[in-house]
C-alpha cells in the first residue's frame, strides 16, 4: 500500500471550515482513499473514502486531485467536538489490500 | 446491532502470565484485524483475518496468536505477557464485498506488570 504525508498538527475555529492535507504520491491506479479519525482515546472512526471523483457525506467532503497524488478532506463546519487525530490511509481495493496500515494522522485542535 | 465488542475493557496482568483478548462482531464482515496503540502513538497492526480460517500477520506480530473459527470471532492471545505489550488494543472489523471503511471496538487497556 502506497504511503501517506499528513501535517503533524493543525489548528481550526470553531464554526469554520476545517481543511486537512493529505500526500499520497506513489499511489496506485487500484488504491483508494480512506480518512478516520480518532476522538481522544476511543476506536478509530470511518468517515469516507474515495477512488477519483470528489466524495460527500454527513461528515466530510473528500477533494481528490486529478493526478490522484494528494487528497482533503473537508469539514465545512467545525466543532469542538472534531478535536481529534485525522489519518489518511491508502489501501486497494481488492483482498490483498485489506492490510491497513495506519501512519501518525494529523491531530486536529477546533479552538473556540 | 451491536457492532465490534471487545472484551475486557480492562486488564492487569503480570510478566509471564497469558490471556486472551476477545473481539466479536454481528455484521457478518469477512475481515477483522487486531491494532495496538501505545500511549502517544499511532495504531500498529498485529494480526488480520480475511475470512474464516485464514490469518495473517501485520506489523508487530511476535508474542501474539490469533484464530478464526467463525465469522463473528477474532480471538488475540498473549502467550507470555511482557511489560512492552501494555497498551490499548482494538480490534476492526469490514465487509470483504465492495469497499467499506472499518468498524472499529472501543478497545482493551492492557496494562503488564
Known amino acids: 500500500d502506497a504511503k501517506t504525508t499528513q501535517p503533524p498538527s493543525m489548528d481550526c475555529a470553531e464554526g469554520r471550515a476545517a481543511n486537512l492535507p493529505c500526500n499520497h504520491s506513489?499511489?496506485?491506479?487500484?488504491?483508494?482513499v480512506y480518512w478516520y479519525r480518532q476522538i481522544h482515546s476511543q476506536g478509530p472512526q470511518y468517515i469516507i473514502h474515495?477512488?477519483?471523483n470528489n466524495e460527500t457525506n454527513e461528515m466530510a467532503s473528500l477533494i481528490i486531485t486529478e493526478d490522484r497524488k494528494s487528497s482533503t478532506l473537508i469539514l465545512p463546519h467545525a466543532t469542538l467536538r472534531d478535536t481529534a487525530v485525522y489519518y489518511c490511509?491508502?489501501?486497494?481495493?481488492?483482498?490483498?489490500?485489506?492490510?491497513?496500515?495506519f501512519g501518525a494522522g494529523t491531530r486536529l485542535f477546533v479552538k473556540a | 446491532n451491536a457492532g465490534v465488542t471487545q472484551t475486557p475493557k480492562f486488564q492487569v496482568l503480570k510478566t509471564g502470565q497469558s490471556m486472551t483478548l476477545q473481539c466479536a462482531q454481528d455484521?457478518?464482515?469477512?475481515?477483522m484485524s487486531w491494532y495496538r496503540q501505545d500511549p502517544g502513538m499511532g495504531l500498529r497492526l498485529i494480526h488480520y483475518?480475511?475470512?474464516?480460517?485464514?490469518?495473517d500477520q501485520g506489523e508487530v506480530p511476535n508474542g501474539y496468536n490469533v484464530s478464526r473459527s467463525t465469522t463473528e470471532d477474532f480471538p488475540l492471545r498473549l502467550l507470555s505477557a511482557a511489560p512492552s505489550q501494555t497498551s490499548v488494543y482494538f480490534c476492526?472489523?469490514?465487509?470483504?464485498?465492495?469497499?467499506?471503511?472499518?468498524?472499529f471496538g472501543s478497545g482493551t487497556r492492557l496494562t503488564v506488570v
Open positions: 476492526a472489523s469490514s465487509s470483504g464485498r465492495g469497499n467499506y471503511g472499518y468498524t
Open positions: 506513489t499511489i496506485s491506479g487500484n488504491e483508494y
Open positions: 474515495g477512488l477519483k
Open positions: 490511509i491508502v489501501r486497494a481495493s481488492d483482498t490483498g489490500g485489506f492490510k491497513t496500515i
Open positions: 455484521m457478518n464482515h469477512e475481515y
Open positions: 483475518s480475511v475470512g474464516a480460517g485464514i490469518t
